[in-house]
């Protein structure tokens, strides 16, 4: 009877994102990579205007803001308005997402007709699996002089890439490797104890 009166139930709501916190990491990252780049082929020492009228996506502002950093870092002086600027720096993507795939050694999961019952799942066996998943990003740009439109800078399309992997052996060992995150990132370094 005390078993009885201890028993409970509670919902917890919970709401999940389009995306996980990892994907956005690692499609971030290669958007920074791929800015550094293309900042290196800009002018630097005048006003530049940077025109995105050709950058779209699903995480382009976050893209554009690492353009615009990694270009101030570079000694490029912003300004917000054409008419101030000496240069005018046009953004493009060519790519801003991720890819995934996965090789498996052993026997995959598997749905089976159970006649007169329904289905049953088999579970997957792996002697060997590696579950990828890759950031992918490509910019380029060009830049011209405001006052007479001659060409200042023109990138190669510059590609900026991450990656997390997930590693499975004989069922039992699995680990993961990464090269998104503080640790990996010699730019920012963590922080010493």
């Known amino acids: 009877m005390a078993a009885l009166a201890l028993c409970g139930c509670t919902t917890e709501r919970q709401s999940n994102p389009d995306r996980t916190a990892t994907e956005q990491l690692l499609i971030s990252t290669a958007a920074e990579r791929a800015a550094t780049k293309l900042a290196l082929q800009m002018p630097t020492g005048t006003k530049v205007f940077v025109d995105a009228t050709n950058f779209d996506g699903v995480d382009a502002k976050y893209a554009i803001a690492a353009i615009r950093a990694h270009l101030l870092e570079h000694g490029s002086l912003l300004v917000d308005d054409k008419a101030k600027a000496e240069n005018i720096v046009e953004i493009r993507a060519g790519a801003l997402s991720m ?46 002089n405001v006052a ?5 800078a023109s990138s190669a399309p510059e590609y900026g890439d991450s990656y997390e992997t997930h590693w499975l052996v004989l069922l039992l ?19 010493a104890n």
């Not at 996965?102 to 088999?122: D, H, K, S």
């Not at 007479?148 to 200042?152: A, N, R, S």
């Open 99 to 144: 890819d995934q795939n996965a090789l498996l050694i052993g026997i995959p999961q598997m749905t089976l007709p159970i006649p007169l019952a329904g289905q049953a799942v088999t579970p997957e066996i792996a002697l060997f699996k590696r579950d990828r998943r890759l950031g992918l990003a490509k910019f380029a740009a060009v830049g011209y």
């Open 148 to 152: 007479d439109g001659k060409l200042v």
């Open 173 to 191: 060992f699995g680990w993961t490797t990464s090269d998104v995150g503080p640790d990996d990132d010699p730019d920012h370094p963590p922080p």
